[in-house]
């Protein structure tokens, strides 16, 4: 069945620094790629989305490249802020809305 | 944005006693919202899907008897946890799927979440 496998936490990096969190994923067809973010104490929020080969989902300056090559979708953020502290999730769906979700990566930032 | 909300956001209830969850959407209507389920540490696994009008499809190991679902309207679906054993504790989360505009346009929004302890 379809899977994501997503780099294991715990992230520790100092403000300023660039974050790159790995996934790749196994499916059939051509699936949807997301990466959300869950914040401390609040629900999951989609951070940003591609839907095809090649597509670039970008938002609040992380970005992610959907390589079908590679069946890879890393999240990459040049300079982090205390802000991005949070969980973030890889996750895909054969467009059918039902997601499946990578393991969450723990991403701290520092002053 | 869209606003999805659960209720309540914690419980704590004795064993073999039933919980309801409500997952509502705020500002949109909703045909199909999902159920997750959350283990400390781990990721979302999903449990089932709720249909509008219709029975929920439950994923692959999830007792449909034990986790009922009713999506009674556009806005509002509920998860009851039947006879409730200290196993059932954890976080559970709903999602709602937004049409949205058009084509490419869908979009799930997450619920806070519902932490449930069964003593």
């Known amino acids: 069945g379809d899977s994501v496998t997503q780099m294991e936490g715990p992230v520790t990096l100092s403000e300023e620094a660039f974050l790159t969190i790995n996934c790749t994923y196994t499916?059939?067809?051509?699936?949807?790629l997301f990466w959300y973010v869950q914040y401390p104490g609040e629900g999951l929020q989609l951070l940003l989305k591609a839907t095809k080969a090649d597509d670039k989902g970008s938002n609040k300056g992380f970005e992610a490249t959907y390589r079908k090559e590679t069946t890879s979708f890393h999240l990459e953020k040049g300079s982090v802020q205390v802000s991005d502290s949070a969980v973030y999730f890889c996750a895909l769906t054969p467009n059918d809305y039902k997601l499946s979700f990578g393991a969450g990566t723990t991403v701290t930032v520092r002053a | 944005g869209a606003v999805v909300s659960q209720h309540p956001s914690w419980v704590i209830c004795k064993s073999g006693t039933s919980v309801k969850i409500e997952c509502r959407s705020l500002?949109?209507?909703?045909?199909?919202m999902f159920w997750y389920r959350q283990f400390p540490k781990q990721s979302l696994m999903l449990m089932a899907t709720?249909?509008?009008?219709?029975?929920?499809t439950y994923e692959q190991g999830v007792e449909k008897d034990k986790f009922l679902i009713n999506h009674a309207s556009l806005t509002l679906s509920t998860l009851t946890v039947t006879s409730a054993h200290p196993e059932d504790s954890s976080f559970y989360i709903c999602?709602?799927?937004?049409?949205?505009w058009g084509a490419g346009e869908e979009t799930q929004y997450f619920g806070p979440g519902t932490r449930l302890l069964v003593l």
């Open positions: 499916a059939t067809g051509y699936p949807s």
């Open positions: 709720s249909n509008e009008g219709s029975k929920a």
């Open positions: 500002d949109f209507q909703a045909t199909t």
């Open positions: 999602s709602a799927r937004d049409l949205g």
